[in-house]
């Protein structure tokens, strides 16, 4: 059964910092991993997508990688603001497209 | 741009009652989910629908669920007698293919409290 472990579990720093939230799960037969943004009481906002087939993708300010067959995957926040302030979530899709959740780092950038 | 729609955002009932969630999900996608997010918990799988049909389905989604695809735009979960573990947030998500390399788009959830 596929686990997925995310650290830190909370992470506090000023605005302007670079930081790497980091996932690993266990069982590296994945066909994609995915990053989320959830803001407090709100669903799902999906950030990034890494094929299994990936080493890393970029959106912006945000790049993520996958190194499958050590099952882990970094989200690394360049410059970051007040506005990324959120949980990320990071999910494994093991197959038929159902996704298997870390329980996500509570981000906070204070200005 | 196409986004997932649920409702109600909020739910309140009593324990026994029949609730269900509705979802819209993205007009050309033929994949369908449910999950949930029990407060303070990672978001976890329940059931995914595909050409009228439950795809897969985990252990939490117990004879107490089903889902329905009443016509061509609304996808439901109904909770035939709600429990107070029941109590989370509800999330519908859908994809357009399913073949496994594409985005789950997810919908903003609906919150259930059961007293």
Redesign the interface.
């Known amino acids: 059964k596929q686990e997925v472990t995310q650290i830190p579990a909370a992470l506090s720093v000023p605005e302007g910092e670079n930081l790497v939230l980091n996932c690993s799960f266990t069982d590296s037969a994945i066909?994609?991993l995915?990053w989320?943004r959830q803001d407090p009481?709100?669903?799902?906002?999906?950030l990034l997508?890494i094929?299994s087939s990936q080493r890393e993708q970029t959106s912006g300010r945000l790049n993520a990688s996958l190194d499958k067959s050590s099952g882990r995957s970094t989200l690394y926040i360049a410059a970051s603001q007040p506005g990324d302030s959120a949980t990320y979530?990071c999910?494994v899709?093991s197959?038929?497209?159902?996704?298997?959740?870390?329980?996500?780092t509570m981000l906070l950038v204070s200005p | 741009e196409p986004e997932v729609t649920q409702t109600p955002s909020h739910q309140v009932t009593q324990m026994g009652q029949e609730v269900i969630l509705r979802c819209v999900p993205i007009s050309n996608h033929l994949?369908f989910?449910w999950?949930r997010q029990i407060l303070g918990?990672?978001?976890?799988?329940l059931v995914?629908f595909y050409n009228n049909e439950i795809?897969?389905k985990s252990e939490i989604f117990d004879d107490q669920f089903s889902v329905e695809r009443p016509d061509g735009s609304n996808f439901t979960l109904k909770i035939r007698s709600t429990k107070l573990e029941d109590s989370a947030?509800y999330?519908c998500a859908s994809?357009r293919i399913?073949t496994?390399?594409?985005?789950?788009?997810?919908?903003?959830?609906t919150?259930l409290l059961v007293l």
């Open positions: 066909y994609n995915q989320f009481g709100k669903g799902l906002t999906s997508l094929q979530l999910a899709n197959g038929y497209s159902t996704l298997t959740f870390g329980k996500g | 994949y989910y999950y918990q990672k978001v976890e799988f995914s795809s897969e947030m999330f994809i399913g496994g390399i594409e985005t789950q788009y997810f919908g903003p959830g919150r």
